[in-house]
Antibody, heavy 121, light 112 residues
Framework: EVQLVESGGGLVQPGGSLKLSCAAS????????MHWVRQASGKGLEWVGR??????????LYAASVKGRFTISRDDSKNTAYLQMNSLKTEDTAVYYC????????????WGQGTMVTVSS | DIVMTQTPLSSPVTLGQPASISCRSS???????????LSWLQQRPGQPPRLLIY???NRFSGVPDRFSGSGAGTDFTLKISRVEPEDVGVYYC?????????FGQGTKVEIK
């Protein structure tokens, strides 16, 4: 079965850190660019960032709102992508989704169920 | 950044009747490779988003043919020919032509 499963969410204080994981199965993970998208409660979708494949040097790119604080990485041997979040702010509170990019069509064809991150004191 | 503007933000529809959602981008979504990377996503209540349409008008695998996409340049439309109960949710357009990739605000489709 094709799926993405996020984990690692939780409650963290402002200024704290959290690392999310996204475990993939049922497709060739190593050949798939991976993205993170977040959604604050009752709000719309916001693109967070992406990591390309080994062929493209694992290049990363981030939204301005998280650049310098968030880092995306991947371990193809574990079929897992990661989102390291540092210096967290209350406005980072959201459900975080990992999603696979269907490269030739620049569309997100596989989504995880999401993991909730709450930044609060 | 490219701003994606959807209208309406809410669409009460009678079952079996059509629904239409408009999405306008602040600049052309034609990529330098000639493609237009405009997709539509559906998010049912309590669920993650799901891909419906990619590159303006291509239905993703398993998507019913009552969903159709059209448009060009900066103006795009998602149509549901006959709304079914399972179509209730929020619909987003998304541009993947220029980073940062951006989404519309979402249009809530609900049954009257």
């Amino acid at each position: 079965e094709v799926q993405l499963v996020e984990s690692g969410g939780g409650l963290v204080q402002p200024g704290g850190s959290l690392k999310l994981s996204c475990a993939a199965s049922g497709f060739t993970f190593s050949g798939s660019p991976m993205h993170w998208v977040r959604q604050a409660s009752g709000k719309g979708l916001e693109w967070v960032g992406r990591i390309r494949t080994k062929t493209n040097s694992y290049a990363t790119l981030y939204a301005a709102s998280v650049k310098g604080r968030f880092t995306i990485s991947r371990d193809d041997s574990k079929n897992t992508a990661y989102l390291q979040m540092n210096s967290l702010k209350t406005e980072d509170t959201a459900v975080y989704y990992c999603t696979r990019l269907w490269g030739e069509n620049n569309a997100f064809d596989i989504w995880g169920q999401g993991t909730m991150v709450t930044v609060s004191s | 950044d490219i701003v994606m503007t959807q209208t309406p933000l809410s669409s009460p529809v009678t079952l079996g009747q059509p629904a239409s959602i408009s999405c306008r981008s602040s600049q052309s979504l034609v990529h330098s490779d000639g493609n237009t990377y405009l997709s539509w996503l559906q998010q049912r209540p309590g669920q993650p988003p799901r891909l419906l349409i990619y590159k303006i008008s291509n239905r993703f695998s398993g998507v019913p043919d009552r969903f159709s996409g059209s448009g060009a340049g900066t103006d795009f439309t998602l149509k549901i020919s006959r709304v079914e109960p399972e179509d209730v949710g929020v619909y987003y357009c998304m541009q993947a032509t220029q980073f940062p990739w951006t989404f519309g605000q979402g249009t809530k489709v609900e049954i009257k």
